[in-house]
């Protein structure tokens, strides 16, 4: 069951997304889900190292330039980013705001945060809980020159 926490990412979210402890987070990801022009999902998986919570209610994606991602977030749908995490399960839905920067590769997009959903288990689950969120390896080196030009990207103002 999920309940609205409200168009902001609760603290601990934000810093999860600030990339204060990026290091910590290599290996993991998140789907995001944007939706195509037949109404579908499309999901894709982002690292920790794609996304940068600005603050609370913007939170900025490096994704594929011409990607299906990409031409979804441009045509103004929603998206939906997944934090699947053994301390807490919470859906961001967001929209796209203003047009990307691009710099290819890559394409950057602001997600505006319009509403958190923190998702918990039901009473008659039995305390059911996540204990392991997405993970793959091996987790790439903060020093490789497409990481650190990814985060030049999300950090650029």
């Not at 980013?81 to 796209?96: D, F, G, N, Q, S």
Request: proline share 8%; aromatic share 4%; net charge negative.
């Amino acid at each position: 069951m999920s309940r609205s926490l409200g168009p902001a990412l609760p603290g601990d979210l934000l810093r999860a997304l600030s990339q204060s402890d990026l290091a910590a987070r290599l290996g993991r990801a998140l789907p995001l889900i944007t939706v195509d022009a037949e109404g579908r999902p499309h999901p894709m998986l982002c690292s920790y190292v794609e996304l940068l919570a600005v603050d609370a209610r913007t939170i900025r994606a490096a994704i594929a330039a011409g990607s299906g991602s990409a031409r979804n977030l441009e045509s103004g749908r929603g998206a939906t980013l997944l934090a699947i995490e053994p301390e807490r399960t919470v859906y961001v839905k967001c929209r796209a705001a203003g047009a990307p920067l691009v710099a290819p590769p890559l394409a950057r997009f602001t997600l505006a945060v319009e509403d958190v959903l923190e998702d918990m288990a039901a009473e008659w689950e039995g305390g059911a809980r996540i204990t392991g969120g997405i993970a793959y390896a091996p987790a790439p080196s903060l020093d490789a020159p497409e990481i650190q030009a990814t985060l030049a990207l999300l950090r650029r103002e």
